[in-house]
């Protein structure tokens, strides 16, 4: 059977020329950063050529980038880091990633007051309450860019001159955003931004915390954002990246990040029309098959994701179904996969319990081709018309 994969929010296949780029860091070039004879300098020599690429994809300098062994792990970098340098007050968005709002939730049981701000029926912060939260004084605000369930974008721009007025740190989880948006700290405004290989085409386990203003001779000082801020490590050890992240650098998986960086700049705009086309010929078909189906989330989204309410339709089954016919879909993130839970980003958005435990969400990528859109179609043409047959209450 030929398989299909639409879960590219989950996890994507690393590319060839990214897996190329790593091999010999595996192989011959294996050495430790840390060590002063030539197999330690090539590696540390490979550490920093990665580090100025992300660096420059992001707009950063090359001190200000410090690699984490996820975006997990970044996320509670940014969260940990600031609390425990001494920030009291951490504002979260209710429709975070797991990975920030468990965070923010611990740090909460430790004594931090937390925020958790709602959203609209479209998943997009509400900034009225966002600028009533700010009112109570500095914080570090999480606010991911880019929603891994439903594809919302949220205004960071617009968001990072509220909080910076506000004497606020802002942190945005740029994982799922970072292949179609422009990432860069300055356009954006962020002090802290998490980036994550596995979603890009590179290796799973490594990612990248941007720090702004990290080190002797950064931009703190002339940067507008009035709060001097810091972080403190969350991971004791040797000292490596800069102090922030103990640790023998994976350098492999450092490459693979830099090369992955790389790999989606190219033809960037190209392949975003092209997904964002397959993925309104998805929704359209499904509509089609399911009249009463619906988006959940706004028009302003990611490209690549969609996320669908079809009615009378349990997103388990469906799932279990479409797998059976070679085609991967998800229910939701795969963090929360094999949880009986409705989605808590679904659920912040308003919608019933029902609804979110009736979406199921499709993620297309690079690879992703006209046929198998139209596949996912066919199939899913078929399974409703055996479900008719079958009597079974269709809506
Ligand atoms: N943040 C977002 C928005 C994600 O989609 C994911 C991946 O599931 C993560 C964070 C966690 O990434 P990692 O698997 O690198 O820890």
Redesign the pocket.
């Known amino acids: 059977m030929v398989r299909i994969y639409l879960d590219y ?1 989950a996890a994507t296949p690393v590319a060839p020329e990214v897996l190329r780029t790593m091999q010999p860091y595996f192989l011959e070039k294996f050495g430790n950063p840390g060590s002063l004879h030539s197999f330690g300098q090539a590696a540390q020599a490979a550490v920093d050529r990665a580090r100025e690429t992300i660096a420059r994809a992001l707009g950063a300098q090359f001190r200000e980038i410090i690699f984490t062994g ?3 792990e970044a ?1 509670n970098l940014a969260l940990r880091g600031a609390t425990a340098a001494g920030m009291k007050r951490v504002i979260v968005s209710a429709v975070e ?1 797991e ?1 920030v709002l468990e965070t923010a939730r611990s740090l909460k049981k430790a004594g931090v007051e937390v925020v958790e701000l709602p959203v609209d029926k479209d998943g997009v912060v509400k900034l009225p309450a966002l600028g009533k939260a700010l009112i109570a004084g500095p914080a570090l605000i999480s606010i ?1 860019y880019a929603n ?1 369930e439903t594809g919302t974008i949220q205004p960071i721009a617009k968001i990072s001159k509220m909080v910076h007025a506000a004497g606020g740190i802002l942190h945005t ?1 740029a ?2 955003a970072l292949q179609f948006l422009d990432c860069r700290g300055d356009t954006l405004g962020a002090d802290l931004m998490t980036v ?1 290989g ?2 890009i085409y590179g290796p ?1 386990g490594v ?1 990248a915390l941007y720090v702004r203003g990290k080190g002797p001779g950064s931009r703190a000082k002339n940067h507008a954002h009035p709060t001097p801020y810091s972080l403190s490590p969350i991971i004791a050890g040797g000292g490596q990246e800069f102090g922030l992240r103990s640790g023998t650098e994976n350098v492999p998986l450092i490459v693979g990040l830099a090369a992955a960086v790389e790999y989606i700049e190219k033809d960037k705009a190209k392949y975003a029309r092209q997904i964002a086309a397959m993925k309104e010929q998805i929704v359209r078909g499904i509509k089609k098959i399911y009249p009463r189906a619906q988006l959940n989330g706004g028009k302003n989204s990611l490209p690549h994701i969609a996320n669908v309410w079809i009615p009378g339709v349990l997103a388990q089954d469906l799932l279990i179904q479409l797998d059976l016919a070679g085609i991967a879909v998800s229910a939701g ?3 929360t996969a094999r949880s009986s839970q409705p989605s808590h980003v679904l659920r912040a958005m308003g919608l019933s319990e029902s609804r979110a435990k009736q979406s199921i969400r499709v993620s297309l990528g690079r690879p992703t081709t006209n046929a198998e859109a139209t596949k996912l179609l066919k199939v899913l043409s078929s399974l409703r018309r055996q479900k008719a047959g079958n009597n079974f209450p269709s809506h």
């Open positions: 929010a996820s975006a997990t996320n990633h990975s991911l891994n989880d994982v799922q994550s596995h979603k799973k990612g993130s795969a963090c």
